[in-house]
């Protein structure tokens, strides 16, 4: 379909007209360019007289949150962000469109209007006031009619221009808070400087734990990007340097794994997928001994005795486990994908599993650094010959089971279709046959 601007009629269309569309695109402009996308959440903290900080989720606990601009800007809901400060008093003029903040502690005053990029700030005991230019204009929420103005705004009654400052992912990372869910932080301090973002596990209404739900079947490097993604810690780094570092020996199932220099992620597969309590900011040695702890109470001595009575090592059932929770989609076909496991390694054929190459390429290749193929041919099911050099997951029980107790067939193949069920036979066919 062809396009049309109307600068290509500019000729047929009259003066009085062109600055009508023209004002149209101005206050468009305005009110109208926001990315209010889900993950671009920021939250608040602020500070009382005392020094102590509270933290709050307005999306939560107002359904009014900040609002990013296109050009990046980030825009507060001025009413219910003064809320927050009992020394800051709001008030708002409906008729103007014009709304009035004061701070009753240091006497400061700042008056913003709709759709104007500047305020007016008013010094205390001052009934002059003077200009300041703002980064974007205030606005009307077309969301939830709120009075949006820039964050920088409030500084001009905070305890000093820098009063007001605004925390980036890395800078959330590194103290502990959630960015699963916030994407920055905006500290106000109406009684003084704002120098550094405190510890999350000094700030009211966040607490010193987190829960964290590992899904059956996540990657070591999906586990590791979530945990700081949660503030359990501040960088994946540390996590891979303890993993392959730390002497967890102390684990019987962590000291049976043998050593194998082709073997991407040592613990892949002993991070047992459940829901787990950690302090903010723990330890790296710590948080993989909670997951290796608990391995070891999910993992039975009746499931080391089935495993050895199938002639394997519980490393080598995690790793068939693992692939099972890779393959199927569902518990209901996990038995017979085990089966077709068992027998395609008892007559000598390579696995041939597709979730092998989507593991070496989606979680190895971007999380290790030098030869980034080094281990192709180790995971790879079309290239090795028998299983890989360790699991592809952390497999939760359902898989586990399979892997222990797979199903009596003579299945050697097996593919899905567009509706997600499975077909099993012992030759090969071609799925455009079976549609």
């Given at each position: 379909?062809?396009?049309?601007?109307?600068?290509i009629?500019?000729?047929?269309?009259?003066?009085?007209?062109?600055?009508?569309?023209?004002?149209?695109?101005?206050?468009?402009?305005i009110?109208?360019?926001?990315?209010?996308?889900?993950?671009?959440?920021?939250?608040?903290?602020?500070?009382?007289?005392?020094?102590?900080?509270?933290?709050?989720?307005?999306?939560?606990?107002?359904?009014?949150?900040p609002?990013?601009t296109?050009?990046?800007?980030?825009?507060?809901?001025?009413?219910?962000?003064?809320?927050?400060?009992?020394?800051?008093?709001?008030?708002?003029?409906?008729?103007?469109k014009?709304?009035?903040?004061?701070n009753?502690?240091?006497?400061?005053?700042?008056?913003?209007?709709?759709?104007?990029?500047?305020?007016?700030?008013?010094?205390?005991?001052?009934?002059k006031?003077?200009?300041?230019?703002?980064?974007?204009?205030?606005?009307?929420?077309?969301?939830?009619k709120?009075?949006?103005?820039?964050?920088?705004?409030?500084?001009?009654?905070?305890?000093?221009?820098?009063?007001?400052?605004?925390?980036?992912?890395?800078?959330?990372?590194?103290?502990?808070?959630?960015?699963?869910?916030?994407?920055?932080?905006?500290?106000?301090?109406?009684?003084?400087?704002?120098?550094?973002?405190?510890?999350?596990?000094?700030?009211?209404?966040?607490?010193?734990?987190?829960?964290?739900?590992?899904?059956?079947?996540?990657?070591?490097?999906?586990?590791?990007?979530?945990?700081?993604?949660?503030?359990?810690?501040?960088?994946?780094?540390?996590?891979?340097?303890?993993?392959?570092?730390?002497?967890?020996s102390?684990?019987?199932?962590?000291?049976?794994?043998e050593a194998?220099?082709?073997?991407?992620?040592?613990?892949?597969?002993?991070?047992?997928?459940?829901?787990?309590?950690?302090?903010?900011?723990?330890?790296?040695?710590d948080?993989?001994?909670?997951?290796?702890?608990?391995?070891?109470?999910?993992?039975?001595?009746?499931?080391?005795?089935?495993?050895?009575?199938?002639?394997?090592?519980?490393?080598?059932?995690?790793t068939?486990?693992?692939?099972?929770?890779k393959?199927?989609?569902?518990?209901?076909?996990?038995?017979?994908?085990?089966?077709v496991?068992?027998?395609?390694?008892?007559?000598?054929?390579?696995?041939?599993?597709?979730?092998?190459?989507?593991?070496?390429?989606?979680?190895?290749?971007?999380?290790i650094?030098?030869?980034?193929?080094?281990?192709n041919?180790?995971?790879?099911?079309?290239?090795?010959?028998?299983?890989?050099?360790?699991?592809?997951?952390?497999?939760?029980?359902?898989?586990?089971?399979?892997?222990?107790?797979?199903?009596?067939?003579?299945?050697?193949?097996?593919?899905?279709?567009?509706?997600g069920?499975?077909?099993?036979?012992?030759?090969?066919?071609?799925?455009?046959?079976?549609?």
């Open positions: 379909m062809e396009e049309r601007i109307f600068g009629y500019m000729k047929k269309i009259s003066l009085s007209v062109i600055m009508i569309v023209l004002l149209v695109l101005f206050f468009t402009g009110t109208g360019n926001l990315v209010q996308a889900e993950g671009i959440n920021y939250a608040i903290l602020t500070v009382d007289k005392n020094g102590a900080y509270t933290f709050w989720d307005l999306e939560n606990k107002s359904g009014t949150g609002e990013i296109e050009s990046g800007s980030i825009m507060i809901p001025l009413k219910d962000v003064c809320t927050l400060m009992p020394d800051l008093k709001f008030n708002y003029n409906a008729k103007s014009t709304a009035t903040v004061a009753l502690y240091n006497g400061r005053k700042v008056v913003l209007k709709s759709n104007e990029n500047k305020c007016t700030y008013y010094a205390p005991g001052s009934k006031g003077v200009k300041k230019a703002l980064p974007y204009a205030s606005y009307i929420s077309a969301e939830n709120a009075f949006m103005v820039h964050m920088s705004a409030l500084k001009w009654v905070m305890g000093n221009a820098k009063g007001v400052k605004s925390f980036k992912i890395a800078d959330l990372q590194a103290a502990g808070y959630d960015t699963l869910n916030h994407k920055g932080i905006i500290l106000y301090n109406p009684y003084g400087e704002v120098s550094a973002l405190p510890l999350a596990s000094k700030v009211s209404n966040l607490g010193r734990t987190v829960k964290v739900t590992i899904p059956e079947g996540y990657s070591v490097s999906q586990i590791f990007d979530l945990l700081v993604k949660k503030g359990v810690s501040s960088s994946t780094k540390e996590l891979y340097e303890i993993m392959d570092s730390y002497d967890f102390y684990y019987p199932l962590a000291e049976s794994i194998n220099v082709n073997r991407a992620f040592l613990l892949e597969g002993y991070l047992y997928p459940d829901t787990y309590e950690f302090y903010r900011l723990s330890k790296p040695q948080v993989i001994g909670k997951f290796l702890k608990n391995s070891e109470a999910k993992i039975t001595e009746e499931d080391r005795e089935k495993a050895e009575s199938l002639g394997f090592s519980i490393d080598q059932i995690l068939i486990a693992s692939l099972i929770e393959e199927a989609g569902k518990k209901q076909w996990m038995g017979d994908i085990s089966s496991i068992y027998n395609r390694l008892n007559k000598g054929m390579k696995l041939q599993l597709d979730a092998s190459i989507f593991y070496v390429e989606r979680y190895i290749k971007p999380y650094e030098g030869d980034v193929n080094r281990y041919s180790f995971y790879n099911t079309y290239k090795c010959s028998e299983l890989p050099a360790g699991p592809i997951c952390n497999p939760g029980r359902n898989a586990i089971n399979a892997a222990l107790n797979p199903n009596e067939t003579n299945y050697l193949f097996f593919y899905s279709d567009e509706q069920m499975y077909h099993f036979s012992e030759e090969l066919v071609s799925q455009k046959t079976q549609n």
